[in-house]
């Protein structure tokens, strides 16, 4: 059975994606590449690899004999690499979002769609067990017809945006992204459990202050909260802070149908969320059980995967994607409509919360 040769740079998160690759039977990782020469060494030995398939230079990297390209680097890269990859006729899965400009998201989409190889947004929360068993109650009617969903993202990462030791000053690439922009986490399964059919088009969102770190703008806005309108008139709400004091970080999800809805708890983690299933016709709801149960895979798989179980069937849909064709829900299309709300509605906030049209394909 042919092995699928995969290459992956950024291997700080990619490291994850690495191990998911190596392990299992239809892939290996054949190439990384970063900027540091100390992360690479410490990942191809525990990938096995040798120092010919270890690169500082992308370009080096993308001239090796790789199938795919894992895209893991910092958001600001992955316009540029995403791009000459799929030139040189690599298939990309790429980390979100896909990029942090709207003139990114159309340079990446031009070159999915040119390409003879494949591109999928690796929004990896889409994966999670408790939202696979969401769509099943969803594509069941359970609920009924979704006229209303938000998700919440509230994670303080300062010492991701600044040096907050002994370099106290120094800045970091996440400084300068704005919250709402690193929207896919929230949109990403809000959109998959309401299906390809819709999409957002406009937006307006509040937040432009930032007095718990007041300086080092735009990423420690306190908060910002957008509202989206979709195409066929449902209302979405995200809300995302990167600075405001909540330990350990949460990430909820709240879907509401006509039939019933379905929310996620406030506790942490990923396998263990108290999700839960509401109907209009019980008294009481009902759990759902989010333990990572449909992983039957073998136990050095299970210790690869990240995010809970999410990675490893993230990658496992970019691998039926380029050898099979069964097109994932992140392909660049949904990439661009996944990320293009957040940049638009950054730019709603900024200039007074005003309504603004989000580019459509």
């Given at each position: 059975?042919?092995k699928w040769k995969?290459g ?5 998160r ?15 990782i ?5 900027l540091s ?10 990938l096995?690899?040798a120092?010919?398939a ?8 993308l ?7 894992v895209?893991a680097?910092?958001?600001?890269f ?10 040189a ?10 990029a942090?400009?709207?003139e ?5 989409l ?6 003879k ?9 889409i ?8 769509k099943?109650?969803?594509?069941a ?8 969903a938000?998700?919440e993202y ?11 030791g002994?370099?106290?000053?120094e ?7 704005p919250p ?15 299906g390809k ?15 718990i ?9 306190d908060?910002?909260?957008?509202l ?8 979405l ?7 405001t ?12 149908g ?20 509401f109907?209009s ?6 759990p ?14 299970k210790?690869a995967?990240?995010h809970g ?16 064709d069964?097109?994932?829900?992140t392909?660049a299309?949904?990439?661009?409509r ?7 509605a950054h730019?709603a906030a900024v200039?007074?919360h005003i309504?603004?049209?989000?580019p459509?394909?």
């Amino acid at each position: 059975m042919k092995k699928w040769k995969i290459g992956v740079v950024g291997i700080r998160r990619g490291g994850a994606y690495a191990k998911v690759f190596h392990n299992n039977e239809r892939s290996e990782i054949t190439a990384i590449c970063d900027l540091s020469e100390q992360n690479l060494a410490g990942a191809a030995e525990e990938l096995g690899l040798a120092d010919s398939a270890c690169f500082t230079s992308f370009e080096d990297f993308l001239n090796t004999e790789i199938d795919a390209v894992v895209v893991a680097t910092p958001i600001p890269f992955h316009e540029e690499q995403a791009v000459k990859a799929l030139n040189a006729g690599k298939h990309v899965l790429s980390e979100v979002t896909m990029a942090n400009t709207a003139e990114g998201c159309y340079n990446i989409l031009k070159a999915a769609q040119n390409a003879k190889t494949r591109y999928m947004l690796a929004e990896n929360y889409i994966y999670l067990d408790f939202i696979g068993q969401w769509k099943k109650y969803i594509d069941a009617g359970k609920i009924g017809r979704i006229h209303y969903a938000e998700a919440e993202y509230v994670h303080d990462i300062r010492d991701r945006l600044y040096d907050t030791g002994t370099r106290k000053g120094e800045t970091y690439w996440r400084t300068y992204r704005p919250p709402i922009h690193y929207c896919t986490h929230c949109l990403g399964p809000l959109m998959y459990l309401i299906g390809k059919d819709d999409c957002i088009v406009r937006t307006t969102a509040w937040g432009n202050q930032n007095t718990i770190v007041p300086d080092l703008w735009p990423s420690t806005i306190d908060m910002q909260v957008a509202l989206f309108e979709t195409k066929e008139g449902r209302i979405l709400k995200i809300l995302r802070s990167q600075v405001t004091p909540r330990s350990p970080h949460i990430v909820t999800y709240n879907v509401l149908g006509t039939e019933g809805c379905l929310e996620s708890g406030r506790e942490p983690g990923y396998d263990t969320v108290g999700a839960r299933f509401f109907a209009s016709s019980d008294k009481a709801s009902v759990p759902i059980n989010c333990n990572g149960t449909k992983l039957d895979t073998s136990l050095a798989v299970k210790k690869a995967s990240g995010h809970g179980t999410s990675d490893y069937y993230g990658a496992q849909a970019f691998l039926d994607y380029i050898e099979f064709d069964k097109a994932p829900f992140t392909t660049a299309e949904q990439a661009f409509r996944l990320t293009m709300p957040g940049i638009i509605a950054h730019e709603a906030a900024v200039e007074g919360h005003i309504w603004k049209d989000i580019p459509q394909l």
